[in-house]
Every structure is written in C-alpha cells, then in structure tokens.
Nanobody, 123 residues
Framework: QVQLVESGGGLVQAGDSLRLSCAAS????????MGWFRQAPGKEREFVGA????????FYADAVKGRFTISRDNTKNTVYLQMNSLKPEDTAVYYC????????????????WGQGTQVTVSS
C-alpha cells in the first residue's frame, strides 16, 4: 500500500502562489503516475494534472494550464504542485493520488489517495 499525505495548503490572496507537497510512504512511488485533483464545496472532484512515473512529461486540466506545474522527486518519494496566479475559483480541497496508468485523468484510474489539503483564495 501507499500512504499519501498532502501539505502546504492555506489561505492566500488572488494572484499569489502556493506550493503543495504530497509525501508518500509505504512503498516507492517511482513507478506510479501521480495526480492532483481538487474538490470545491458542492462540486464533484475534478482532475487538476498529473505526472507519469518518469517525470518527463506532465498534463493538466485546461482550467489550470499555464498556471500550475507538477513535479516529482522520486528520491524523496514526493510530488509537488506549484500553483501560481491563483484565482478565487481555485479554492478547493486538493488531493494527490497514485495510479498505475500512464495517462490517468479520471479519479477511477487512481488507487491510493491522500486526505487532502485546503486551499482558499480570497479576492
């Protein structure tokens, strides 16, 4: 099993930046695609972006493309989500998750999930 713990959330103003971390334990994540999802109050969980095991490429939802960047450090068993130019509509609980599929974009493709970290962006 893989245990995932997100950190780095908080309250920021529109236009600010924030970096989330997802630390894994239990086993290495070096063979997993790592994804980020978010869920706003009253809304369904949505895909934010993901990075395959090699880290050589990333893919994102249109809503965050150009503002968010995912990276990973397999030596630290950690994945990051750098969020720039934050908007109030980015307010949500952010989750990291792991998948065995390379191009995983749906929540059903992910097996292990963290507990989430709250990001609140004020206008």
């Amino acid at each position: 099993q893989v245990q995932l713990v997100e950190s780095g959330g908080g309250l920021v103003q529109a236009g600010d930046s924030l970096r989330l971390s997802c630390a894994a334990s239990g086993r290495t994540i070096s063979t997993y695609t790592m994804g980020w999802f978010r869920q706003a109050p009253g809304k369904e969980r949505e895909f934010v972006g993901a990075i395959p095991w090699s880290g050589s490429s990333t893919f994102y939802a249109d809503a965050v493309k150009g503002r968010f960047t995912i990276s990973r450090d397999n030596t630290k068993n950690t994945v990051y989500l750098q969020m720039n130019s934050l908007k109030p509509e980015d307010t949500a609980v952010y989750y990291c998750a792991s998948s065995l599929y390379v191009n995983a974009r749906t929540s059903t493709s992910y097996r292990y999930w963290g507990q989430g970290t709250q990001v609140t962006v004020s206008s």
